[in-house]
């Protein structure tokens, strides 16, 4: 019994530790979506993300055109074949319709950041498609 017992102490001091914990998701808003009708079958949506400290995103792609600015905080942005890079308020990064998002997450351990995101998409197409 008490090798079982701490058999199962040890295993959740590891399922415990920082390093096997999934980082915390992103919350996301809908600001507007907008049917374009100069650019048939086409939509524009806008979306505010917010990545608590320590938050990230799963890599995913968009089949979009996507256009970031940051507002608040720092974030790191890498897609497949790109170097990572740290964006502060103010700056921006895109992302084309094939590119793999690799990295997305929040630079800081300690403060939230904020981001807006502008998608030029097909029109009922997902935000985000999860790329295994």
Do not use: C
């Amino acid at each position: 019994m008490t090798k079982m017992l701490a058999s199962l102490l040890l295993a959740s001091a590891v399922l415990a530790a920082p390093w096997s914990q999934a980082a915390p998701p992103a919350h996301v808003e809908q600001v507007m979506s907008k049917p374009l009708a100069d650019l048939a079958g086409k939509e524009g949506l806008v979306l505010t993300v917010k990545y608590p400290p320590g938050g990230a995103d799963d890599i995913h792609r968009h089949n979009a055109h996507a256009f970031v600015y940051v507002l608040e905080g720092a974030i790191v942005m890498q897609v497949k074949g790109g170097a990572a890079v740290t964006l502060e308020p103010g700056q921006g990064f895109y992302e084309a319709p094939d590119d793999i998002h690799l990295v997305g997450r929040n630079a800081s351990q300690t403060e939230p950041a904020k981001f807006v995101v502008f998608l030029l998409k097909d029109q009922g197409a997902p935000a985000v498609v999860p790329v295994q």
